[in-house]
C-alpha cells in the first residue's frame, strides 16, 4: 500500500471510495460513525478546508479577539492593529496550555496562565519569564509561535484555513457566491452579527446537519416541522389548512460540495417560521426592492425564498431566517452548534428586532424548528451503534439525473426543490477530500 | 439595562413572613408538579398577559470584567443581544400550539422531567400587587431510552396575585441557566 493513499490501515482508499456513490445515490451510513474514518477527516477535511469562524463585525476594533475552533483545534481570531485578521492556534508552544480562555473579549497580549509565555495579538512569542536566567540567550523566541491559519473574509463572513495548498476562499466558493449573496449582500452596508454566539451539543455527525442544510428542503415540507410551523399560525388556522410549496429549485455547487435550495415565489414557509414583518421585509419593502436592483436580478433580491445553505462543510445558513451557524466537530458521534444571527447592517432597528425575536423562537437551542432537528439526529446517530444497522446502505437518490445546468433564471447546475442533487454534490466532494491527498487533483 | 440583576439587594434583603414564604414556595411546588405531568394548559394558564419569559446566553469571562457575576454584562447576553428564550404571550402561546399537536417530536414521547425548586427568596415587587421572587431549580430530564440530562440555575421570578386556585401568575421570569454550552441537544422543556 502506498503510505501516501492512506491515513489509516483500516481505510485505503479503495475501501473508502466505496462507501459513496454519487453515480448511484447510495451512502454507506458507516461515513457517519467511524472513529478512524473520522481521524481521516479530521487532516483531510477540517486541516484542508475554509472553515466558517465568525463575522467581522465580531472583532471590530484592534485588539478585539472571539476564541472558536477549527475541527477540533481550538482558534483565536484576532482584529490587527492594521485592521488586517489574523487566526492562530490557541496552545502555547510551551507546555501546550490555552493562551487565551473567555469567549471573546479586547487583548493587548496573550499571556499563557501556566508559566507566563506571553504573545503579541499577531500571535509572535515576545516574551518569556526569566529568560536570561533560564534560556542564558540561547531561545530564539520568533522560532517558537503558535501555528498560524490563512484567513479570507466573503462579505463578512470570517473563514480560516490551515493549508497554505488550498485553494483561495474565492475560488473554494466557486459558483455558489450568488446563492451566498441573497442574505449577504443585499445592499452597500452589508450585513452585521448580533452580539452573542448560541453554543449546543447534539450527539451527532456533522454530516448530518451540513447535508440537511445543503439539501433537505425534503424535511421540512414533509414530517420534521409540522409542529413548529403549527406554533406560528395564528388562532382558527390549523395545519390542515396550510399547502407546503412544491416550487422552487436546488443548486449543487460544480465544485466544492456546497449547495443550496429554496422555493420560488411562495413565501408561506418564511411566513411561518419568521412572520408577516420580516416576510414583508424580504419580499416587497423598499428595502427588498433595493436589493433586487443591487443583485441585478429580482428573482435573487426578493422571490427565493425559505432557502437553505450549506459552504462545506460546516457553514451553513439560512438566507431570509438570517440564523448561520459552524457544525463544530466532536469526535464522529458529536457535534458543538455555534449559531449567530446576522441582518442588514442598515435595517431599522425594529427589524433588526424582530430578526433576532424570531430566530430566538425558531432557529436555536430552544426554537420551535430546531427543537426537532436534534431529535431526529440523535435516534439515527445512536441507531447506528448497531452491527447491521451501521452498515445499511442509504438512499440518496431523489433527483437522480434531473438537475440540468441551462436554468433560466438561476446559474450552475439546478434541480427541483424536492431533490437529493446537492446532497450528492457534498458527499461526493467529501469522497474527493478523503481520498485525494494533493490539490493537484483535488483543485477546483 | 445597567445590570441584569441586583444581587446584593437580593441577599441582604430580610426573611419574608413566614406565611408569605410558605405561600410562594407552594405555588412553585404546584407549579413544578404541572411542569413535571406534562400540563402544559395549565402551566400557560398560570403565565400572565405581560409574561417575560426570557434566558440570556451565559459567556466564559475573565473575573477582572466577570467579578459582578449577574451584574455583569460581559457574562451574560443583553437584551438586545441573542439569548435562549426572550419569548412574550404569543409566542409562549405558540410553543403550547406546538407542544398540543402531536407532531412536536422533541416532546413527544413526552420528557420525563423533575423540576426541584429551593432557596427562594422574596422581595417587595414594584407594583403593590407583586413579589418579587428569586429561586433556585436543578431540573432532571430523562427521555427516550437513555437521555439523560441535568439543568441547573437560578430564577428570578415577577409573581402578581391572581384570583386562581393557585394565588399568583407568573408576570416575568428571567432565567440564569448554569451553562454557557447548553450540555443537550436542544431545550425543549420550561424552567
Same mark, same amino acid.
Given at each position: 500500500?502506498?503510505?501516501?493513499?492512506?491515513?489509516?490501515?483500516?481505510?485505503?482508499?479503495?475501501?473508502?471510495?466505496?462507501?459513496?456513490?454519487?453515480?448511484?445515490?447510495?451512502?454507506?451510513?458507516?461515513?457517519?460513525?467511524?472513529?478512524?474514518?473520522?481521524?481521516?477527516?479530521?487532516?483531510?477535511?477540517?486541516?484542508?478546508?475554509?472553515?466558517?469562524?465568525?463575522?467581522?463585525?465580531?472583532?471590530?476594533?484592534?485588539?478585539?479577539?472571539?476564541?472558536?475552533?477549527?475541527?477540533?483545534?481550538?482558534?483565536?481570531?484576532?482584529?490587527?492593529?492594521?485592521?488586517?485578521?489574523?487566526?492562530?492556534?490557541?496552545?502555547?508552544?510551551?507546555?501546550?496550555?490555552?493562551?487565551?480562555?473567555?469567549?471573546?473579549?479586547?487583548?493587548?497580549?496573550?499571556?499563557?496562565?501556566?508559566?507566563?509565555?506571553?504573545?503579541?495579538?499577531?500571535?509572535?512569542?515576545?516574551?518569556?519569564?526569566?529568560?536570561?536566567?533560564?534560556?542564558?540567550?540561547?531561545?530564539?523566541?520568533?522560532?517558537?509561535?503558535?501555528?498560524?491559519?490563512?484567513?479570507?473574509?466573503?462579505?463578512?463572513?470570517?473563514?480560516?484555513?490551515?493549508?497554505?495548498?488550498?485553494?483561495?476562499?474565492?475560488?473554494?466558493?466557486?459558483?455558489?457566491?450568488?446563492?451566498?449573496?441573497?442574505?449577504?449582500?443585499?445592499?452597500?452596508?452589508?450585513?452585521?452579527?448580533?452580539?452573542?454566539?448560541?453554543?449546543?451539543?447534539?450527539?451527532?455527525?456533522?454530516?448530518?446537519?451540513?447535508?440537511?442544510?445543503?439539501?433537505?428542503?425534503?424535511?421540512?415540507?414533509?414530517?420534521?416541522?409540522?409542529?413548529?410551523?403549527?406554533?406560528?399560525?395564528?388562532?382558527?388556522?390549523?395545519?390542515?389548512?396550510?399547502?407546503?410549496?412544491?416550487?422552487?429549485?436546488?443548486?449543487?455547487?460544480?465544485?466544492?460540495?456546497?449547495?443550496?435550495?429554496?422555493?420560488?415565489?411562495?413565501?408561506?414557509?418564511?411566513?411561518?417560521?419568521?412572520?408577516?414583518?420580516?416576510?414583508?421585509?424580504?419580499?416587497?419593502?423598499?428595502?427588498?426592492?433595493?436589493?433586487?436592483?443591487?443583485?441585478?436580478?429580482?428573482?435573487?433580491?426578493?422571490?427565493?425564498?425559505?432557502?437553505?445553505?450549506?459552504?462545506?462543510?460546516?457553514?451553513?445558513?439560512?438566507?431570509?431566517?438570517?440564523?448561520?451557524?459552524?457544525?463544530?466537530?466532536?469526535?464522529?458521534?458529536?457535534?458543538?452548534?455555534?449559531?449567530?444571527?446576522?441582518?442588514?447592517?442598515?435595517?431599522?432597528?425594529?427589524?433588526?428586532?424582530?430578526?433576532?425575536?424570531?430566530?430566538?423562537?425558531?432557529?436555536?437551542?430552544?426554537?420551535?424548528?430546531?427543537?426537532?432537528?436534534?431529535?431526529?439526529?440523535?435516534?439515527?446517530?445512536?441507531?447506528?451503534?448497531?452491527?447491521?444497522?451501521?452498515?445499511?446502505?442509504?438512499?440518496?437518490?431523489?433527483?437522480?439525473?434531473?438537475?440540468?445546468?441551462?436554468?433560466?433564471?438561476?446559474?450552475?447546475?439546478?434541480?427541483?426543490?424536492?431533490?437529493?442533487?446537492?446532497?450528492?454534490?457534498?458527499?461526493?466532494?467529501?469522497?474527493?477530500?478523503?481520498?485525494?491527498?494533493?490539490?493537484?487533483?483535488?483543485?477546483? | 439595562?445597567?445590570?441584569?440583576?441586583?444581587?446584593?439587594?437580593?441577599?441582604? /434583603?430580610?426573611? +419574608?413572613?413566614?406565611?408569605? &414564604? $410558605? %405561600?410562594?414556595?407552594? =405555588?412553585?411546588?404546584?407549579?413544578?408538579?404541572?411542569?413535571?405531568?406534562?400540563?402544559?394548559?395549565?402551566?400557560?394558564?398560570?403565565?400572565?398577559?405581560?409574561?417575560?419569559?426570557?434566558?440570556?446566553?451565559?459567556?466564559?469571562?475573565?473575573?477582572?470584567?466577570?467579578?459582578?457575576?449577574? /451584574?455583569?454584562? +460581559?457574562?451574560?447576553?443583553? &437584551? $438586545? %443581544?441573542?439569548?435562549? =428564550?426572550?419569548?412574550?404571550?404569543?409566542?409562549?402561546?405558540?410553543?403550547?400550539?406546538?407542544?398540543?399537536?402531536?407532531?412536536?417530536?422533541?416532546?413527544?414521547?413526552?420528557?420525563?422531567?423533575?423540576?426541584?425548586?429551593?432557596?427562594?427568596?422574596?422581595?417587595?415587587?414594584?407594583?403593590?400587587?407583586?413579589?418579587?421572587?428569586?429561586?433556585?431549580?436543578?431540573?432532571?430530564?430523562?427521555?427516550?431510552?437513555?437521555?439523560?440530562?441535568?439543568?441547573?440555575?437560578?430564577?428570578?421570578?415577577?409573581?402578581?396575585?391572581?384570583?386562581?386556585?393557585?394565588?399568583?401568575?407568573?408576570?416575568?421570569?428571567?432565567?440564569?441557566?448554569?451553562?454557557?454550552?447548553?450540555?443537550?441537544?436542544?431545550?425543549?422543556?420550561?424552567?
Amino acid at each position: 500500500m502506498n503510505p501516501e493513499d492512506t491515513l489509516n490501515p483500516l481505510w485505503s482508499n479503495e475501501k473508502i471510495k466505496q462507501l459513496v456513490s454519487d453515480e448511484n445515490g447510495v451512502l454507506d451510513a458507516r461515513i457517519y460513525n467511524d472513529e478512524a474514518l473520522y481521524d481521516i477527516e479530521l487532516e483531510r477535511v477540517f486541516a484542508r478546508s475554509w472553515i466558517l469562524l465568525g463575522h467581522e463585525s465580531h472583532v471590530p476594533n484592534a485588539g478585539d479577539f472571539l476564541n472558536t475552533y477549527i475541527g477540533e483545534d481550538p482558534v483565536i481570531l484576532v482584529r490587527q492593529k492594521d485592521a488586517s485578521l489574523r487566526v492562530f492556534l490557541n496552545q502555547c508552544r510551551h507546555r501546550g496550555m490555552k493562551l487565551s480562555r473567555d469567549d471573546a473579549g479586547n487583548a493587548k497580549a496573550f499571556v499563557c496562565s501556566y508559566h507566563g509565555w506571553a504573545y503579541d495579538i499577531a500571535g509572535q512569542l515576545v516574551s518569556v519569564p526569566f529568560e536570561k536566567e533560564g534560556h542564558c540567550d540561547r531561545l530564539n523566541k520568533a522560532d517558537w509561535n503558535p501555528l498560524q491559519a490563512r484567513v479570507a473574509s466573503y462579505r463578512g463572513l470570517v473563514f480560516a484555513n490551515w493549508d497554505e495548498e488550498a485553494p483561495s476562499l474565492d475560488d473554494y466558493l466557486s459558483d455558489s457566491k450568488p446563492y451566498i449573496d441573497t442574505m449577504f449582500n443585499r445592499t452597500e452596508a452589508g450585513t452585521e452579527a448580533i452580539g452573542g454566539i448560541q453554543k449546543w451539543v447534539i450527539p451527532t455527525n456533522w454530516k448530518f446537519a451540513a447535508e440537511q442544510f445543503c439539501s433537505d428542503m425534503y424535511h421540512a415540507g414533509t414530517t420534521s416541522h409540522l409542529s413548529g410551523i403549527a406554533a406560528g399560525l395564528p388562532d382558527g388556522v390549523g395545519l390542515n389548512d396550510i399547502q407546503i410549496p412544491t416550487n422552487g429549485n436546488q443548486f449543487r455547487a460544480k465544485w466544492g460540495g456546497h449547495g443550496t435550495g429554496y422555493f420560488v415565489d411562495e413565501p408561506g414557509l418564511l411566513a411561518a417560521i419568521m412572520g408577516p414583518k420580516i416576510t414583508e421585509y424580504v419580499t416587497a419593502s423598499p428595502q427588498a426592492k433595493a436589493a433586487s436592483e443591487r443583485m441585478g436580478s429580482d428573482m435573487f433580491g426578493q422571490r427565493m425564498l425559505g432557502q437553505h445553505m450549506t459552504i462545506f462543510p460546516t457553514c451553513s445558513f439560512l438566507p431570509g431566517i438570517n440564523t448561520i451557524r459552524t457544525w463544530h466537530p466532536r469526535g464522529p458521534n458529536e457535534i458543538e452548534v455555534w449559531a449567530f444571527i446576522v441582518v442588514d447592517a442598515d435595517a431599522p432597528d425594529d427589524i433588526k428586532e424582530e430578526f433576532r425575536k424570531q430566530n430566538i423562537r425558531t432557529f436555536s437551542a430552544g426554537g420551535v424548528f430546531e427543537q426537532d432537528d436534534g431529535e431526529n439526529w440523535i435516534e439515527v446517530q445512536k441507531l447506528f451503534r448497531g452491527n447491521k444497522a451501521r452498515k445499511t446502505k442509504l438512499n440518496v437518490q431523489m433527483g437522480l439525473g434531473d438537475s440540468t445546468t441551462d436554468h433560466p433564471d438561476f446559474p450552475g447546475r439546478i434541480g427541483g426543490v424536492y431533490s437529493e442533487d446537492a446532497a450528492r454534490g457534498m458527499y461526493q466532494h467529501w469522497l474527493r477530500m478523503m481520498t485525494e491527498p494533493s490539490w493537484d487533483t483535488l483543485k477546483p | 439595562m445597567a445590570s441584569l440583576i441586583n444581587i446584593d439587594h437580593i441577599i441582604s /434583603s430580610p426573611a +419574608a413572613d413566614l406565611a408569605l &414564604q $410558605h %405561600e410562594v414556595q407552594q =405555588f412553585y411546588y404546584r407549579e413544578a408538579l404541572l411542569l413535571d405531568n406534562i400540563k402544559y394548559e395549565d402551566w400557560f394558564a398560570l403565565l400572565d398577559d405581560d409574561i417575560h419569559y426570557y434566558m440570556p446566553i451565559r459567556r466564559n469571562a475573565m473575573q477582572r470584567r466577570g467579578r459582578a457575576r449577574t /451584574s455583569d454584562l +460581559a457574562e451574560y447576553t443583553n &437584551q $438586545h %443581544e441573542f439569548a435562549h =428564550f426572550d419569548e412574550d404571550k404569543v409566542a409562549m402561546s405558540g410553543r403550547l400550539k406546538k407542544l398540543l399537536s402531536d407532531f412536536s417530536w422533541s416532546e413527544n414521547p413526552a420528557s420525563r422531567t423533575r423540576h426541584t425548586v429551593s432557596n427562594v427568596i422574596i422581595t417587595q415587587g414594584e407594583e403593590a400587587d407583586t413579589l418579587n421572587v428569586c429561586s433556585s431549580f436543578i431540573v432532571y430530564r430523562n427521555r427516550l431510552e437513555t437521555q439523560v440530562d441535568l439543568f441547573a440555575g437560578e430564577r428570578h421570578d415577577v409573581l402578581r396575585r391572581a384570583d386562581n386556585d393557585l394565588g399568583f401568575k407568573i408576570a416575568k421570569r428571567t432565567i440564569l441557566m448554569d451553562q454557557s454550552t447548553i450540555l443537550s441537544n436542544n431545550i425543549s422543556i420550561f424552567f
